[in-house]
Structures are given as structure tokens and as C-alpha cells.
């Protein structure tokens, strides 16, 4: 099993930055595709960014490329997300999730995911 928890949301100003942290135990993480995803109010949870178990290999949604950064300290059991050039429409709560049954596939859908964080809130104000 992995557990994840997430850490670092809060409140921003447009054109701000924030570092969300997803700790992690469980000794699946460092083999696993590790990934954000973001869920604003009455909409459906979103992919944000995906990182390969060994962190050769990234993907990021159209909205976010270019801001966010997603990285991994494999040795800390650790995931983040730089957020960069925050915007209103990034206001949601943001999810760690792990894919513990590979190590990349590039998928970015909710279901191939099997366990996930309890979510931090992300707000930016215009």
C-alpha cells in the first residue's frame, strides 16, 4: 500500500508562486508514476502533471505547461509541483495519486491511479 499526503496549498495572489509536497510511505513509491491532478468546485478532477518512477520522463496538461514543474526525491518519498505564474482558474483542490502498476504509461486518466492523497487547497486571487 501507499499512503500520500499533501502539503503546501494556500492562498496567492495572480502571478504568484506556491510548492505543493506529497509525502509518501510505502515501499511501491520509487517503482510508481506518481502524478497531480486538480478538482475545482462542480467540476469534474483534472490531470495536471505526471512523473516516470525514475524521473526521466514528464507530462504536463496544456493549461499548466510551461508554469509547473513536477519533480521526485525518490529517496524522500517525496513529490512535488512547482506552480508558477499562478492564475485564478488555478484555484482547486490539487491531488497526489500513485500508479503503483507502472512505471510510465503516459496515461492521464483518474482511473489508472489506485491510491490517492486526501487533496490540499489551492487559491489565487485576481
Known amino acids: 500500500q501507499v499512503q500520500l499526503v499533501e502539503s503546501g496549498g494556500g492562498l496567492v495572489q495572480a502571478g504568484g508562486s506556491l510548492r505543493l509536497s506529497c509525502a509518501t510511505s510505502g515501499p511501491s513509491f520509487s517503482s510508481a508514476t506518481v502524478g497531480w491532478f486538480r478538482q475545482a468546485p462542480g467540476k469534474e478532477r483534472d490531470f495536471v502533471a505526471a512523473i516516470s518512477s525514475s524521473g526521466d520522463d514528464t507530462d504536463y496538461a496544456d493549461s499548466v505547461k510551461g508554469r509547473f514543474t513536477i519533480s521526485r526525491d525518490n529517496a524522500k518519498n517525496t513529490l512535488y509541483l512547482q506552480m508558477n505564474g499562478l492564475k485564478p482558474e488555478d484555484t482547486a483542490v490539487y491531488y497526489c495519486?500513485?500508479?503503483?502498476?507502472?512505471?510510465?504509461?503516459?496515461?492521464?486518466?483518474?482511473?489508472?491511479?489506485?491510491?490517492w492523497g486526501q487533496g490540499t487547497q489551492v487559491t489565487v486571487s485576481s
Open positions: 495519486a500513485a500508479d503503483t502498476r507502472r512505471s510510465w504509461s503516459g496515461l492521464r486518466a483518474v482511473w489508472a491511479y489506485d491510491y
